[in-house]
C-alpha cells in the first residue's frame, strides 16, 4: 500500500477540481479550491515521510536520528497559510459579487458589468 | 459553456493529468523512503547551526528565509485585499444620518447567544491569548511558530466576538490596532533582514548570538523573525475577521431596515 498517501493526494485534486468545474455556487467553488489545495499537502508530507523516522524536533532525540524531511513540512506551512488568505480573499469577492449581481451562481454571471 | 462541456473538459483534463502524474510518480522514491539529500543533511547539521530544535521553524525562517518573506507579504496583499474589496462597500452603506455611531450600535449586537456559549466563551479567551503566546514564543524549539500561534491569537478575537457583541470586538481588537500589527509584522520581517546586510553579509543571515540550544533564548533571529509573523499574522486574521462580521451586520441591516 506504499501508494496510497500518492493517490489520495490525486483523488483529492480530481475531486476538487470536479467541484471547481461543475460548480453552482461561488462559495462551494472557494471550498472546493481548499480540497484542491489540501491535496498539495498530502502530496508533499507523503513525499517527505521516511518509516520510522520521528517529527524533525530535536528536543528529545540527537541530531542526525532519522526524521522526516522539514523542508517540505515547511512548505506545506506556507502553503496552508496562503490557502487560507487566498480563501479569505477569494470569499470577500465572493460577498461583493452577490451583492453587485444578486446571485452566487458563476453561470448566471456571464456577462461583464462594469 | 454548458454543463456537459465542461465535464467533457474536465475528463479531458483528468486524463492528461493522471498520465503525468503517474509518469512523474514513477521517478519518486517510494513512499517512506524519502532520499532527499537536503532535508537529511539539514536533519544532521540545523541543531548545531543554529541551535534551534524545531527543524521546520529552522527552515522556514532561516534556510528558506527569503521564500517566507514573499510569503508573508502574500498574506499581506490578501489581507489588504480583502478590506479593499469589503470596505468600499461599507462606505457606500454609510448614509450621513449613521454617523452617531454610539446610538446605532444599539442594532448592531449580535444575534443572541446562549449563556453556556457566553461563559464558556468568556473562559476560553484568558487561556487561548496565553497558548496563542506560547505557540509564537516557542516556535524555534517545539512545534509552532508565528503563523500558527498568530491564527491562535486570531481566535481569541473571533471568542470575543461570540460572547459579546461586535461593539466588543471593535474596542478589544481596534482597526487601527490590527492594521498597525499586521504593517508591523510585515514590516518587522524586512527589518530583520536588514540586519544581516548591515553585518556586510546576505539579507536574511543569522547574524544575532545563537544562545544555549533548547532555551527560549536562542537561534537567534529565528526567535525575532517568529515573533514578528506572529504580530502580523494575529493582526492580519483579526482584521479579516473583523472586516467580514461588519459585512454580515451590513447586511442584515439591510435586510431589516
Given at each position: 500500500m506504499s501508494f496510497l498517501p500518492f493517490a489520495v493526494a490525486a483523488w483529492l485534486f480530481a475531486v476538487g477540481l470536479y467541484g471547481?468545474?461543475?460548480?453552482r455556487h461561488l462559495i462551494h467553488l472557494v471550498v472546493c479550491l481548499s480540497v484542491v489545495q489540501s491535496s498539495t499537502y498530502v502530496l508533499l508530507l507523503a513525499i517527505g515521510y521516511r518509516t520510522g523516522a520521528s517529527a524533525p524536533i530535536f528536543v528529545e532525540i540527537p541530531p542526525g536520528a532519522p526524521a522526516v524531511d522539514p523542508v517540505v513540512q515547511a512548505l506545506t506551512l506556507t502553503d496552508v497559510v496562503v490557502a487560507a488568505t487566498v480563501s479569505a480573499l477569494l470569499l470577500a469577492m465572493a460577498v461583493q459579487v452577490h451583492k453587485k449581481a444578486g446571485t452566487f451562481d458563476p453561470d448566471e454571471l456571464d456577462t461583464l458589468q462594469g | 459553456m454548458s454543463l456537459r462541456g465542461r465535464r467533457n473538459l474536465f475528463a479531458l483534463g483528468v486524463l492528461g493529468f493522471s498520465v503525468l502524474f503517474l509518469w512523474g510518480l514513477n521517478g519518486l522514491p517510494a513512499f517512506g523512503h524519502y532520499e532527499g539529500v537536503y532535508g537529511i543533511t539539514l536533519n544532521r547539521v540545523a541543531v548545531t547551526q543554529r541551535h534551534a530544535?524545531?527543524?521546520v521553524a529552522a527552515v522556514t525562517f532561516d534556510?528558506?528565509?527569503?521564500?517566507?518573506?514573499g510569503e508573508e507579504f502574500i498574506l499581506f496583499a490578501a489581507v489588504v485585499g480583502v478590506a479593499i474589496l469589503l470596505r468600499a462597500q461599507r462606505d457606500e452603506a454609510a448614509t450621513p444620518d449613521e454617523e452617531d455611531e454610539e446610538t446605532k450600535d444599539e442594532s448592531r449586537d449580535a444575534p443572541h447567544?446562549?449563556?453556556?456559549v457566553?461563559?464558556?466563551?468568556?473562559?476560553?479567551?484568558g487561556p487561548t491569548v496565553l497558548f496563542g503566546l506560547y505557540i509564537v514564543a516557542h516556535g524555534h524549539l517545539t512545534p509552532g511558530g508565528g503563523f500558527q500561534g498568530g491564527v491562535v491569537l486570531a481566535t481569541a478575537a473571533l471568542l470575543v466576538y461570540l460572547t459579546g457583541e461586535?461593539?466588543?470586538l471593535r474596542r478589544v481588537s481596534p482597526e487601527s490596532v490590527t492594521e498597525l500589527a499586521e504593517s508591523v509584522g510585515a514590516g518587522g520581517y524586512a527589518a530583520?533582514?536588514?540586519?544581516?546586510?548591515?553585518?556586510?553579509q546576505a539579507f536574511l543571515t543569522n547574524v544575532l548570538p545563537l544562545g544555549m540550544t533548547g532555551q527560549l533564548n536562542s537561534s537567534g533571529t529565528i526567535l525575532l523573525i517568529n515573533l514578528a509573523v506572529g504580530v502580523g499574522v494575529a493582526g492580519g486574521f483579526s482584521l479579516?475577521?473583523?472586516?467580514?462580521?461588519?459585512q454580515t451586520l451590513l447586511v442584515r441591516e439591510r435586510e431589516h431596515g
Open positions: 471547481i468545474v461543475t460548480s | 530544535t524545531n527543524l534556510y528558506r528565509g527569503f521564500d517566507t518573506l447567544t446562549s449563556d453556556a457566553r461563559v464558556l466563551g468568556l473562559a476560553l479567551i461586535y461593539v466588543a530583520i533582514g536588514f540586519i544581516g546586510l548591515l553585518t556586510g479579516i475577521l473583523a472586516e467580514f462580521l461588519e
